[in-house]
């Protein structure tokens, strides 16, 4: 937990004239000519410390950080789960961190085998064959699927197919990379279970649609029941299946896609398969596809011709998608996750994730609504319905789970739920950790009743307060 410290102040003003943290040996280098007089600055505010005092001023900075190393971090949609150290040290070896993307082909043979073996993983996980592991980033991965669609209906002749339809429990980013791809976006509704309303796609679906864009498991955390009535809806209407598989979490060795009648997605290699993220990076969301849509992938791919491993750009490729490569280094940690798991190890992940998110549901749902009560995937959304009706919302419940030492849930998403906490424990987790996170969540609602301000006020522990969020955006003060 960390300590409030009000006394915290800048390097700078810890400077004494005279102290030094570490003295150069003397130079090696032959003395050279100063440049011009007037381009030196002679006076340069350095902080004068000693070796001590930066050690802990830069420890106690880091330790301001919240981070799944420190603590339960149950972010739903982001699945913050346990990222294996080994995968960090292989993709530290020198060979993979000291390679250059405009190396030879010959001497970066190791490296493309790599990618190619991903390709094929990634490709047996979704029963998607077709792989391209440029995109950067979960939303890169839609858009390029989106510029597949378009490519393919386009080489049909079919140009007026230019039509998404998205269900209302979908990813914030699926309606923003459809309307970036020049796709016009149609939202079909969620019925009283969550479930896409069928009617109502039967109502707005028509030769138009080039794509029906669906996150799956929903961002409700359930498993669509009628995805496979709904794929074939689509698929008799000339559309395309674009399933979000950001979160293969709940999927791994249980489903694949494919078999669901998808044709296109993506899989956000930070989240399902370990690289340590949060704050902005780094990422990686390679798009798979069917067969028949493979030429039009982004480049590069990986491939073996005659015992080489070379990268390729397919026959009617979207194009780059990114610089090189994609993000190599996330590219080895998937890898050597999903090799040291093997494919009764993954099918453990999934089902240890959805055991878990339904463990904390049983839990809690006396004390904080569900949107509806069904088995989970790999996340649960409550709703603090309960608690806003006494005037705390959950914004304030999210506040107030920091000062617990607990990364507050993700909030008001899925926006079809009132006062959403969405909660995804992962499969790391102990059952002691769960049962503490459900501890405070019931201490939590009784401080609702006993003494809501303590709530409202929260957090009361941390280094920063409750910020004017706006504010804050805006005008960040990064200094103290
Ligand atoms: C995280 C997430 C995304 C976006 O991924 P980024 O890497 O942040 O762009 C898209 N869809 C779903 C379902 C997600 O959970």
């Known amino acids: 937990m960390i300590k409030n410290n009000r006394d915290r102040i800048l390097l700078m003003d810890r400077s004494k004239a005279g102290r030094k943290a570490f003295a150069f040996p003397s130079s090696d280098v032959p003395k050279q000519k100063l440049p011009d007089k007037q381009i030196i600055r002679t006076k340069i505010s350095l902080p004068e410390v000693s070796q001590l005092e930066i050690i802990r001023y830069f420890t106690n900075l880091s330790r301001l950080n919240f981070s799944i190393d420190t603590n339960f971090y149950p972010l739903g949609s982001c699945t913050m789960k346990y990222n294996p150290k080994i995968n960090d040290e292989i993709a530290s070896f020198s060979g993979f961190q000291n390679i250059h993307p405009l190396q030879t082909t010959e001497t970066a043979q190791g490296a493309i085998k790599l990618m190619r073996l991903l390709q094929e993983f990634l490709g047996e996980i979704t029963g998607l064959k077709g792989v391209s592991l440029a995109p950067l980033a979960g939303a890169q991965g839609e858009y390029s699927g989106l510029l597949i669609a378009r490519r393919f209906h386009s080489s049909k002749n079919n140009n007026h197919k230019n039509i998404a339809i998205i269900p209302d429990s979908a990813h914030g980013t699926n309606p923003a990379s459809a309307a970036m791809a020049g796709l016009e976006v149609r939202t079909v509704k969620s019925d009283n279970n969550g479930n896409v309303d069928l009617t109502d796609l039967e109502k707005i679906i028509d030769e138009k649609i080039a794509v029906f864009m ?4 929903s961002t409700l955390g359930l498993f669509e029941p009628n995805i496979l009535k709904i794929t074939e809806i689509v698929h008799k209407y000339g559309g395309l299946v674009y399933a979000d598989g950001a979160n293969l979490n709940a999927l791994l060795g249980l489903i694949k896609l494919y078999d669901l009648g998808v044709d296109i997605c993506h899989s956000n290699l930070h989240k399902t398969f370990s690289t340590p993220h949060g704050g902005g990076g780094p990422g ?7 067969k028949e849509l493979s030429e039009f992938l982004p480049s590069p791919v990986a491939r073996i011709h005659k015992n080489f491993y070379e990268l390729f ?22 890898y050597s996750y999903i090799k040291s798991l093997g494919s009764q190890g993954l099918k453990n992940v999934s089902k240890n994730a959805i055991i878990n998110a339904n463990y904390l549901q049983s839990q809690l749902k006396k004390n904080y609504s569900l949107y509806s009560d069904r088995y989970c995937m ?9 608690q806003k009706n006494k005037g705390v919302s959950g914004l304030d419940i999210a506040k107030r789970l920091l000062d617990y030492g607990i990364h507050a849930p993700t909030m008001y998403f899925p926006q079809i739920v009132d006062e959403a906490l ?6 790391s987790e102990s059952k002691e950790t769960m049962d503490n996170f459900i501890d405070v969540m019931k201490k939590i609602d009784l401080e609702i009743n006993n003494n809501p301000e303590i709530v409202t006020t929260s957090p009361h522990s941390l280094p920063v307060k409750r910020l004017d969020e ?5 005008n960040p003060i990064l200094t103290r």
């Open 214 to 217: 669906i996150t799956i498991p």
């Open 470 to 474: 706006a504010k804050a955006a805006r």
């Open 422 to 427: 969405m909660i995804e424990p992962t499969e």
């Open 313 to 334: 750009t397919p026959e009617n490729s979207i194009g780059k998608i990114s610089s090189f490569h994609g993000s190599f280094g996330i590219l080895v940690r998937a």
């Open 378 to 386: 790999h996340e649960t959304v409550l709703s603090a319905t309960k």
């Open 284 to 290: 990686s969301g390679p798009v798979m596809v069917i």
